[in-house]
């Protein structure tokens, strides 16, 4: 299964980085092959919290997720979907003065770029969740949070992609690129085709396909985990979170969403699957965010568990994202890594895409602190440092 076209572009990896780039691109006029390994976003572009915050946003990427919850909330717009969209006020809760010290100055830095994030008191948090701990002594607070419905997005952006005339091949492992007429050669077990463009979004696999060219990206992996419960009354409206800990939400449906949990997770090898993770921690973290949850809002005792699962995050030794060219392989680009990709996951792809139409992107995305090649030689991540995650 060979296509004898050349495509303008060829996007490896299709989360929500890769569907919504080759979205745009195909919008902007390119001819666009989009690969994806399984289905579309199933890997963590499906499995996470949903959560658009700003309260856990890196602060140089702030700028850039204020934008992509706007995107998730006018999703009818640029998908043609309804995407879930749900805004939501959201607070990060302190149980000690000394934390909420440290969450002040934290979260400085997020109001500094940009994020509308102030300190409130215990009391003040009660005010606007009355369910909440009596032991909430402060909180960083958000009036503009919210999620979007992360867990059906990949069957959104297909029919999305289809109708923009990009080539689908999902269920479709890229094996290598390779220098060919035109640009580039993809090639798949059954099949190849060429790209003047090629853009790997392919988030913990980045490192594997970096190596196809002899480079060297030292990526980490970790495990992140979701849990979430039976239908439960009515409790809570924000989107609250523990520090270092878990995020907490509750659907209109009742279900209450943990995302997190405490502990580390990291794994050796993104395709091993889930046979490598360690499945005590699996279990501990579970358990250990259904008692956080009740921590915070005490009520949450009523409800079970029912469900938990894990999805990967790649980290680089700095962790900040790679976006841009592929060092000493012209043609190629990455943009991969990138903390609350869901979140900013439709402004990057626009952003991208913008950069490879010849128009000027709204924000810089190529951007030095992100170069790839920046990475090259340096030491992977650093685990113990994780607490920094934020
Ligand atoms: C449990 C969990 C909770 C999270 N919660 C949040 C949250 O609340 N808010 C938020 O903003 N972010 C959250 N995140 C982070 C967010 O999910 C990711 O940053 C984002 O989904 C990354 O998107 P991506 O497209 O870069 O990568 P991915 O979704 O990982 O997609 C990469 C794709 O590349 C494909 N691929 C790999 N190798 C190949 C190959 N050889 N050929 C073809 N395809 C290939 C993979 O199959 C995969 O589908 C969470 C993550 C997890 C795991």
Redesign the pocket.
Request: aromatic share 10%.
């Given at each position: 299964m060979s296509s004898s076209q050349p495509f303008d572009a060829a996007i490896?990896?299709?989360?929500?980085?890769?569907?919504a780039t080759a979205l745009n691109l195909a919008c902007g006029g390119m001819r666009v092959a989009l690969?994806?390994?399984?289905g579309?976003?199933?890997?963590?572009?499906?499995?996470?919290?949903?959560?658009?915050?700003m309260l856990y946003?890196r602060a140089s990427l702030i700028p850039y997720?204020i934008r992509?919850r706007e995107m998730w909330r006018d999703a009818a717009e640029w998908l043609s979907r309804d995407a879930g969209f749900h805004h939501r006020h959201g607070m990060e809760l302190a149980f000690s003065e000394e934390v909420t010290e440290e969450l002040a100055v934290q979260h400085r830095l997020r109001s500094e770029a940009g994020a509308p994030i102030e300190m409130i008191g215990g009391n003040r948090a009660r005010e606007i969740e009355p369910a909440l701990s009596g032991d909430i002594v402060g909180a960083a607070y958000s009036e503009v949070d919210g999620?979007a419905k992360?867990y059906g997005i990949g069957i959104l952006f297909h029919a999305a992609l289809k109708e923009a005339g990009v080539t689908v091949h999902d269920g479709?492992?890229?094996?290598g690129v390779e220098p060919g007429p035109g640009g580039h050669v993809v090639r798949?077990a059954v099949g190849q085709a060429s790209a003047r463009l090629v853009v790997m979004?392919?988030?913990?696999?980045i490192g594997?396909?970096a190596a196809w060219f002899g480079v060297n990206f030292p990526i980490t992996i970790r495990?992140?985990?979701?849990t979430i419960s039976e239908r439960i009354r009515p409790l809570f409206n924000s989107i609250l979170r523990v520090p270092n800990e878990l995020?907490l939400k509750q659907f209109e449906d009742g279900t209450v969403l943990m995302?997190?949990g405490r502990g580390e997770h990291w794994v050796e090898d993104?395709d091993k699957g889930d046979a490598q993770q360690d499945i005590s921690i699996v279990k501990s973290k579970m358990a250990g965010a259904a008692e956080c949850a009740r921590r915070v809002i005490p009520a949450l005792r009523e409800g079970r568990v029912v469900r938990t699962?894990?999805?990967?995050?790649?980290f680089t030794p700095d962790n900040q994202p790679l976006i841009g060219p592929m060092p000493g392989v012209e043609g190629v680009f990455v943009?991969?890594?990138?903390?609350?990709?869901?979140?900013?996951?439709p402004f990057a792809g626009r952003l991208l895409a913008d950069q490879f139409l010849g128009r000027e992107p709204e924000m810089p995305i190529f951007s030095p602190a992100f170069d790839p090649a920046r990475v090259v030689g340096m030491e992977p991540y650093d685990r113990e440092a994780s607490a920094q995650i934020a």
């Open positions: 490896i990896g299709g989360g929500v980085i890769g569907c690969f994806e390994s399984d579309l976003c199933r890997a963590a572009s499906g499995r996470n919290a949903g959560t658009l915050t946003t997720a992509g999620y992360s479709t492992p890229v094996l798949w979004t392919s988030n913990v696999w594997k396909m495990v992140n985990q979701g995020s995302g997190g993104a699962w894990t999805g990967y995050e790649g943009a991969a890594c990138i903390r609350s990709g869901f979140t900013i996951g």
